[in-house]
Nanobody
């Protein structure tokens, strides 16, 4: 079973910065995509940013220009650098991984337990 360890959440004032990290471990043949989704109270979970094993990135329009996702395929780790944070960025941020398993070479989705990000005004 693939395990995801997240870190870096917390409380920050508007305009501040935080960096989230997500490290994957387990029987991974290849990580195809890593990223983050977030869920604000009373709202559905939404995409924040993803990065593929080829380095292609995808961002929600609401975070473009403020957030940057990076990855290290050798360490199966990704980081989400969040700058100029806004109160609307508040929510639980979940690490997401799509990886190919050694056992059957099929792709599976995995989710972290989530880390709270709170931006005060």
């Amino acid at each position: 079973q693939v395990q995801l360890v997240e870190s870096g959440g917390g409380l920050v004032q508007a305009g501040g910065s935080l960096t989230l990290s997500c490290a994957a471990s387990g029987p991974i043949f290849n990580i195809n995509t890593m990223g983050w989704y977030r869920q604000a109270p009373g709202k559905q979970r939404e995409l924040v940013a993803t990065i593929t094993d080829g380095g292609s990135t995808n961002y929600a329009d609401s975070v473009k220009g403020r957030f940057t996702i990076t990855g290290d395929s050798a360490k199966d780790t990704a980081w989400l650098h969040m700058n100029n944070l806004k109160p609307t960025d508040t929510g639980v941020y979940y690490c997401y991984v799509n990886s190919t398993a050694w056992a059957d070479l099929r792709d599976y989705d995995f989710w972290g337990q989530g880390t709270q990000v709170t931006v005060s005004s």
